[in-house]
């Protein structure tokens, strides 16, 4: 419990520690951090999403999508920084591409499950009324697989933002990585500081993620699975008496 009391206190100083020289600010290494991640996962969307909706509209390529990508999941960060080495050398690039690594399997796989298993009579009667396939994967598929291809989405960036912290194994610095791997400077407090805010920053980015799903959710998906939800769940208690 004194430990945590001491971590919160080293929040409380913006990450500077008595007896020791200026240190970058907690405020600026979370920025630094946050920059990190939300270029990782971008890049991830831009490669991962078209794959996996395209793969789903067209209702082939499953061991692509499925397989390939828990193959893939399956590489460690640390084995990609090392190999990205000979490629990109130490530095950001290097970083990027482990966090693209890692979140790319949950959205290619999540992308097409989610427009692959919309119900073919709904695409049926969408193309009998005269819909494009381009029209019916916009007004039909992707929206009812929003849900589905954003808990895609949020498991990627819970992945990403919990592994920034690998930036100062390639001597990039700029994130919380630097305090949680140099617990000479900032003792045990510090290090037990900078996880705290990781862990913050990924349940703000799953909230983040969670109230855009809920916008872009169609209202006719929500009540169907509140009204399957109560269904589950039986009557209310007045009812039932």
Same mark, same amino acid.
């Given at each position: 419990?004194?430990?945590?009391?001491?971590?919160?206190?080293?929040?409380?100083?913006?990450?500077?520690?008595?007896g020791?020289?200026?240190?970058?600010?907690?405020?600026? +290494?979370? $920025? &630094?951090? =946050?920059?990190? %991640?939300? /270029?990782?996962?971008?890049?991830?969307? @831009? #490669?991962?999403?078209?794959?996996?909706?395209?793969?789903?509209?067209?209702?082939?390529?499953?061991?692509?999508?499925?397989?390939?990508?828990?193959?893939?999941?399956?590489?460690?960060?640390l084995?990609?920084?090392?190999?990205?080495?000979?490629?990109?050398? +130490?530095? $950001? &690039?290097? =970083?990027?591409? %482990?966090? /693209?690594?890692?979140?790319?399997?949950? @959205? #290619?796989t999540?992308?097409?499950?989610?427009?692959?298993?919309?119900?073919?009579?709904?695409?049926?009667?969408?193309?009998?009324?005269?819909?494009?396939?381009?029209?019916?994967?916009?007004?039909?598929?992707?929206?009812?697989?929003?849900?589905?291809?954003?808990?895609?989405?949020?498991?990627?960036?819970?992945?990403?933002v919990?592994?920034?912290?690998?930036?100062?194994?390639?001597?990039?610095?700029?994130?919380?990585?630097?305090?949680?791997?140099?617990?000479?400077?900032?003792?045990?407090?510090?290090?037990?500081?900078?996880?705290?805010?990781?862990?913050?920053?990924?349940?703000?980015?799953?909230?983040?993620?969670?109230?855009?799903?809920?916008?872009?959710?169609?209202?006719?998906?929500?009540?169907?699975?509140?009204?399957a939800?109560?269904?589950?769940?039986?009557?209310?208690?007045?009812?039932?008496?």
């Amino acid at each position: 419990m004194n430990s945590f009391s001491q971590a919160l206190d080293f929040i409380a100083r913006n990450g500077q520690v008595p007896g020791e020289p200026q240190l970058p600010t907690l405020v600026h +290494l979370t $920025l &630094g951090t =946050v920059r990190i %991640a939300w /270029i990782g996962i971008g890049i991830a969307l @831009v #490669i991962a999403l078209p794959i996996g909706v395209w793969l789903g509209h067209m209702h082939r390529g499953s061991f692509l999508a499925i397989n390939v990508g828990n193959i893939w999941r399956a590489l460690p960060s640390l084995a990609v920084l090392a190999i990205g080495v000979a490629f990109l050398g +130490l530095g $950001l &690039g290097n =970083v990027e591409l %482990a966090l /693209i690594v890692l979140a790319v399997p949950p @959205v #290619i796989t999540n992308a097409y499950v989610a427009v692959d298993g919309v119900d073919r009579d709904v695409v049926d009667a969408a193309r009998g009324m005269g819909l494009s396939g381009w029209q019916i994967l916009r007004r039909v598929e992707l929206p009812l697989g929003v849900p589905l291809i954003f808990a895609g989405i949020r498991t990627g960036a819970l992945f990403v933002v919990s592994t920034t912290t690998i930036a100062a194994l390639t001597g990039y610095s700029g994130s919380l990585g630097d305090i949680i791997n140099n617990e000479a400077s900032y003792h045990l407090s510090g290090v037990l500081g900078a996880a705290i805010c990781i862990a913050a920053l990924a349940l703000l980015t799953d909230l983040l993620l969670a109230l855009i799903q809920r916008a872009l959710t169609p209202r006719g998906a929500t009540l169907e699975k509140h009204a399957a939800r109560q269904e589950a769940i039986g009557p209310p208690l007045a009812e039932k008496v």
